[in-house]
């Protein structure tokens, strides 16, 4: 009767333990546990990242001041008019304008202190394009920005997908840990007892003891990463901190993302800039041509403020032809090429390299289907493995070392698998940024007062 009495504790503590299903929600660290309503699932997540990520704002406003910069482009074709006023003293008398040919001075009045107003006015003809030229390279350069822009938005939600999949993975592993913590915490309670009445010897109490601690241990661990991955997630979102509660998925993707045939935001940023640099060199070989252009202006002159005023206007055809500058022009058409050349070499490069990216996450997609699999059937027979062993135990056939060992194994299978299941869905998102789409998670839905509501209450509900 003393032999069978600390079994069957043994058995009911660790058998609803053992029973019990994989936990699917990650439970936080007890420095930062939030309430049970609070919710943060991906696509949320990803939502803010895309409104209020201080990366994607920078990005979006060299976006807008790549616009501005085509409008101040093109606002070359339209010359310019400046208004202007002068008060001039002299030491003494002169004309309020020059004397004209043949000399006439009859109705140009003489005058120490003059003042005058007028506008002058500046129209360039384009006749050599090198100012269209210019517009091309400003249009080309804020398609990139764009492309750029979304770039970086691209990869600000890959980059929160990957935060918040590692927090998925330890979500599993922190919850594999805590099984097992409470079922080696059962076996130390009747390791106890049995030690007291002769059942068990002291060297499986210390055993079991010793595995407690490697838990706590583990569980510590898991605290310090998980804050970390919270605290970069809640830079990347823009906030303060994100304390909301990480969902676990349940099931991995369904199938490999589709090719839609169109190129990713950096390679077409890439070839925005070759395109730019082309449109410059060509502006600095234009700028050799002859340029013309008309002048003009009207003058309003008077002594002594309002005295005898005088009205002159003129206009002026011209065309000018740069002789020397010095080397200045030739510079200029040699660093266009070089910018050329450079941007041809980076289109190359992102070309080379977007191929061995979709070959390479291609190919962890499939390896992480595998792994994925292969956890799975390794959980089921940590868990068959685990029931033998309890039985053994419970029947006086099995020790307890041997109860441990089989628990300690079901532990690592859970954590396996939710490790899986989180690389998996990382490959999968990487794919899918190969292929110029965000996450699967990700939609474009409503996400007003997301950010305060986050930053608050640790909710981030539309």
């Known amino acids: 009767m003393k032999k069978a009495l600390p079994v069957l504790l043994l058995v009911a503590l660790v058998g609803p333990v053992l029973a019990a299903p994989v936990p699917k929600t990650m439970p936080t660290s007890a420095l930062s546990a939030p309430s049970p309503t609070d919710a943060g699932n991906l696509s949320q997540v990803l939502s803010i990242i895309a409104e209020h990520s201080p990366d994607v704002l920078a990005a979006q406003a060299a976006s807008h001041q790549a616009d501005a910069q085509v409008q101040q482009a093109r606002a070359a074709w339209f010359g310019k008019v400046d208004a202007y006023a002068l008060s001039q003293h002299f030491n003494d008398p002169r004309l309020t304008r020059p004397i004209t040919q043949p000399p006439n001075v009859a109705n140009y009045p003489f005058g120490s202190n003059q003042f005058g107003y007028g506008l002058d006015m500046q129209l360039p003809i384009d006749l050599s394009l090198e100012i269209a030229a210019g517009v091309d390279a400003a249009r080309s350069r804020a398609a990139g920005a764009r492309w750029s822009a979304e770039d970086v938005r691209l990869r600000s939600l890959l980059q929160g997908a990957t935060l918040y999949r590692n927090m998925e993975a330890l979500a599993g592993q922190q919850a594999a840990l805590a099984k097992q913590f409470e079922s080696l915490q059962a076996s130390e309670r009747v390791a106890q007892a049995g030690l007291k009445v002769g059942n068990i010897a002291r060297v499986n109490l210390l055993r079991v003891q010793a595995a407690v601690a490697e838990v706590q241990a583990s569980l510590a661990s898991v605290a310090g990463q998980e804050k970390k991955l919270r605290a970069q997630l809640a830079a990347l979102m823009g906030l303060d901190t994100f304390a909301a509660l990480v969902t676990s998925p349940e099931t991995g993707p369904t199938a490999l993302p589709d090719d839609s045939g169109t190129l990713p935001p950096n390679v077409l940023a890439a070839q925005s800039a070759l395109t730019a640099s082309q449109d410059k060199m060509q502006a600095a070989q234009r700028a050799q041509y002859p340029q013309f252009f008309v002048n003009g202006g009207w003058n309003h002159n008077a002594i002594q403020w309002d005295s005898r005023p005088v009205d002159t206007w003129q206009v002026i055809l011209g065309i000018r032809v740069n002789l020397w500058s010095g080397g200045a022009q030739n510079s200029a058409i040699d660093a266009a090429q070089a910018a050329a050349d450079e941007a041809n070499q980076r289109l190359r490069g992102a070309e080379d390299n977007l191929r061995a990216a979709r070959e390479g996450a291609e ?37 307890a070392t041997d109860l441990i060992d089989a628990q300690s194994t079901l532990a690592r299978a859970q954590a396996a698998l939710a490790g899986a299941l989180a690389g998996w869905w990382q490959a999968d998102d990487a794919l899918r940024y190969a292929f110029g789409k965000p996450p699967l998670a990700y939609s474009d839905i409503p996400s007003t007062n997301l950010k305060t509501s986050a930053n608050n209450t640790g909710e981030t509900q539309p």
């Open 363 to 399: 190919a962890q997609w499939n390896t992480q289907d595998q792994v994925y699999h292969a956890a799975l059937s390794g959980l089921l027979a940590a868990q068959e493995s685990a029931r033998i062993e309890q039985d053994r135990f419970g029947n006086g056939l099995g020790s």
